[in-house]
């Protein structure tokens, strides 16, 4: 999962937002320096990563890429789902996308004190360019995975993944229908947060 669907899995306050957010940019961080809610918040996240990584679905989507950009096809599922959910918002959620986003933005400036500097940088990124808006288009979700293969500090064949999607994007996105529905089930039942 990425920004979107670690926000909207995250309780509604800064400390939770800012610990779903966290799980991402873990590197140079003393996990027992955080408080107690930022803490419920990164391991939020990390059991929402452990249920998609490990859901057989999902593992079946990436064993589908080919072997030159399998070891990137969980980060293009990632960002795919959240081009998905963003789509389908109003079947997952009761409350309007567009305030919700506000919201995650409002909620992650006020949290911009909390986090370390990597990430902070970052998060202030997402919020000016409005990223959590910028998958709603395939085309975007296209650009934004060459921008982060281009990243990789290896050689590797993963820009244009995009090819690669585009021809099962119906498939994809049912799967993704039944898939998210069950995240929310795990997520809720699990109360790491509560």
Do not use: C
Request: no cysteine.
């Amino acid at each position: 999962m990425n920004y979107l669907a670690h926000l909207s899995l995250a309780r509604p306050s800064v400390p939770s937002k800012v610990g779903n957010v966290l799980g991402d940019f873990m590197h140079g961080v003393e996990q027992s320096r955080l408080s107690e809610p930022v803490r419920r918040g990164l391991d939020n996240h990390r059991l929402v990563d452990r249920f998609t990584d490990n859901h057989p679905w999902v593992q079946a989507q990436r064993r589908s890429f080919s072997s030159t950009r399998r070891r990137f096809a969980g980060v293009a599922l990632d960002v795919l789902f959240d081009h998905f959910l963003w789509q389908h918002w109003s079947a997952f959620y009761d409350h309007g996308r567009e305030a919700a986003i506000v919201r995650h933005y409002q909620h992650l400036q006020a949290g911009l004190p909390l986090m370390h500097v990597p990430m902070r940088e970052r998060v202030e990124r997402l919020i000016e360019h409005d990223l959590l808006n910028q998958y709603r288009e395939l085309t975007r979700v296209g650009q934004a995975l060459d921008v982060i293969a281009g990243r990789i500090r290896f050689a590797n064949d993963f820009a244009g993944i995009i090819e690669e999607i585009e021809p099962r994007y119906q498939e994809l996105e049912r799967g993704f229908l039944g898939f998210y529905p069950e995240l929310q089930d795990v997520v809720k039942v699990a109360g790491v947060e509560v």
